[in-house]
């Protein structure tokens, strides 16, 4: 035990005083005298004894209530564990993500309980300490030391982030400037987002002092996953959205009210039931004929932990299929006429003498039709590009050359076909995914177009439409389609009946190879943006609310822009050039995030590495972290026990003189 001020306990010498004035009575005796005194000395000699216990005890109070009274004074500790030394640095890593948002008391934020843990921290160390705070937004402030008061400023700035940092990227941020440092990482230490598997090697160089948040409710319900039922979509057809929904906790929901909102306008609403950690879908119903530029979002209400209650996803309708047809002759053709809806697909028709060999890497979908034979360095450059190429069409030539064909069905055991007779199709596969949405009926009865089979590669069970012989017609294989008839009113009907139209659009649907999806989320570190006509060096704007010049960089016709997620937020950006509006992004946190499980106080430790340069706080409070963190580096202080002794023995030497007889 050491003492604050030790000059204090010179005031020792006071406890001479109560014993002096018990060894000496003071008071003057008077003698009384009795002519038979028998009966008075036993009772005198009685009254003595319990005279003299009497006070002992109350000199025993006395010099007991000034001792401690001394020692309170002089304020006496148990020495600290960790000494505190001046002119040292200290790194402070506080977690600032959104599942710090979370409740740790009944009114407390995990975040602003971290903040607290600081204010304690800055408060505790000499004022000579220098001090780096580090959060998830590595913003620059965090690049050097600060003072006590620079800190304290800092501190008031932070708000919660869209970003979710790893273990090892944190330590990196550090470098190293926090050798010989102390670190206070303070952080709700989520399972989903440590980013450890195997565990974090804490440098031994520097001490490690770890000060885990926990919450005090750990359930939350968020979007997992948000798809289309048919993501081949264009024209704004008939459509279902899927969501996926999930339950992470002990806690079990019932009846959750799940909205889909599009442009502001509610569409449809359905009720969940979710049991703990488990999994519930939902779907709700596209309305036909959407155009344009869409904001979609999922909304619910989950108490407390409301930060992923919206989900944003877009449904845009806005970017045209690239279609190249090579043909054969001058004349039009149905795929040109097919095609031309300027709405929905960008056309562009050569002859196989005149191609523009360019627009063919740009192209979702390239139409060989009626080519006899696939000249070299047409088929070179298809075949050499074809991995980064959208998907290939071909419709043969009248006589075609096998040799040139093969070239890109390698695996099909392709000749020309035996019967020159006009052949009935069968009728569709419904189950097939191709024809999913495409029919409003689907009657066995139908009618079907007839043709005369010119290539033949066998039965194909995979077949997207075959004859009733069962020889296919129209078949896929990989990005490659191919028909076995020639687009020509001697060989077929096909492209006058009904089924040409939907069946040519899903071609070209499913060979759209924009890289845009229905959202982003924080995690993605790339975002992919296709668009004509753009001259000049003025940069793609990112606008909602607020705006963003995002690194970006150009190739072709595609712009790659950084995910630019440290000034982000949830939420819908728009993509302009200029003062035009190029499409529609819908940005959400990582999903990771909305796991909150946490890892409890030994696995962190032992994640850390353990080791003597690692310890742990176990607090729970801003009140409980100060006391343990000052018992740490100032020690215990028993001064408040000492007066409450003085206080006790006080009270005693009343009781003693005023009862004890």
């Known amino acids: 035990m050491n003492f604050a001020f030790p000059q204090f306990l010179w005031a020792l010498t006071a406890l001479s005083i109560p014993i002096i004035i018990h060894l000496f009575n003071f008071r003057k005796t008077t003698r009384i005298f009795f002519s038979n005194n028998r009966l008075l000395k036993q009772i005198k000699e009685e009254t003595t004894q319990k005279r003299k216990l009497k006070k002992y005890l109350v000199l025993a109070s006395r010099l007991l209530f000034i001792f401690f009274l001394v020692l309170a004074f002089a304020q006496p500790f148990l020495p600290a564990k960790e000494q505190v030394t001046a002119a040292r640095n200290i790194v402070l890593y506080l977690d600032n993500s959104f599942s710090m948002s979370a409740q740790v008391g009944e009114k407390t934020r995990a975040l602003d309980a971290g903040i607290g ?66 670190i206070f990482w303070i952080s709700d230490f989520q399972e989903s987002t440590s980013g450890v598997s195997g565990g974090f090697q804490a440098d031994s160089a520097s001490q490690w002092h770890l000060v885990p948040v926990a919450f005090g409710q750990s ?121 031309g809806n300027r709405q929905l697909f960008s056309y562009k028709g050569f002859l196989a003498e005149n191609v523009d060999y360019s627009l063919l890497t740009q192209a979702d979908l390239i139409v060989l039709n009626g080519l006899n034979n696939i000249e070299t360095p047409l088929a070179g450059t298809i075949a050499s590009n074809m991995g980064n190429l959208g998907s ?29 007779e006009m052949t009935e199709l069968d009728r569709p596969d419904f189950q097939n995914p191709f024809f999913e949405n495409v029919f409003e009926e689907r009657s066995p009865a139908m009618e079907m177009p007839s043709a005369i089979p010119l290539l033949d590669w066998g039965m194909d069970r995979s077949a997207i439409l075959k004859f009733k012989t069962g020889k296919a017609f129209l078949s896929q294989q990989n990005k490659t389609f191919v028909m076995s008839s020639p687009l020509q009113s001697n060989y077929t009907n096909f492209y006058n009946h ?51 010049v995002p690194p970006q960089r150009r190739v072709g016709d595609r712009f790659f822009l950084e995910m630019p997620r440290f000034s982000m937020n949830p939420g819908f950006y728009r993509v302009q050039y200029q003062k035009d509006t190029l499409n529609l992004l819908a940005i959400n946190l990582d999903k990771s995030e909305s796991d909150l499980t946490q890892f409890g106080p030994d696995e962190i430790k032992q994640l850390f590495g353990g080791g003597d340069h690692v310890t742990l706080f176990q607090t729970t409070s801003v009140e409980s972290f100060s006391n343990e963190i000052k018992e740490r580096y100032l020690g215990t202080p028993l001064w408040k026990y000492a007066v409450i002794l003085a206080l006790l023995f006080l009270l005693a030497e009343v009781l003693f003189i005023r009862f004890l007889k």
């Open 392 to 420: 290939l069409l071909i419709i043969p030539g009248e006589k075609p050359n096998l040799n040139a064909y093969k070239r890109f069905l390698p695996s099909q055991n392709l000749t020309l076909a035996a019967s020159a």
């Open 117 to 182: 843990f600081i204010r304690e921290i800055v408060d505790l160390f000499p004022a000579d300490t220098r001090y780096r705070l580090i959060t998830n937004d590595f913003a620059p402030f965090s690049n050097s030391f600060k003072t006590q008061t620079e800190i304290l400023d800092l501190l008031t700035q932070v708000r919660l982030s869209a970003v979710s940092r790893t273990w090892a990227e944190v330590d990196k941020r550090m470098g190293a400037e926090k050798d010989g440092a102390d």
């Open 498 to 548: 009904a089924l040409f139209v939907p069946v040519m659009y899903r071609i070209a649907a499913t060979s759209r190879r924009t890289e845009q999806k229905f959202y982003y989320t924080m995690a993605n570190d790339l975002i992919t943006i296709r668009a004509d006509s753009i001259y000049g060096e003025e940069p793609i704007r990112l606008v909602g609310n607020e705006e963003i």
């Open 219 to 339: 359930s939350n319900i968020y979007v997992d996953t948000v798809y289309l039922e048919n993501p081949f979509v264009i024209g704004g057809e008939k459509n279902t959205v899927n969501i996926r929904l999930r339950n992470v906790g002990t806690r079990q929901t019932d009846g959750l009210n799940v909205k889909l909102v599009i442009n502001n306008i509610q569409t449809g609403a359905v009720s969940v039931d979710l049991e703990p950690n488990s999994y519930a879908e939902a779907s709700f119903d596209l309305t036909p004929g959407m155009q344009g530029l869409n904001e979609a979002k999922i909304s619910f209400t989950d108490f407390p932990i409301s930060f992923d209650n919206d989900f944003y996803f877009t449904l845009n309708f806005t970017e045209t299929i690239r279609v190249v047809e090579i043909k054969g002759n001058k004349e039009n053709s149905f795929v040109e006429r097919v095609y």
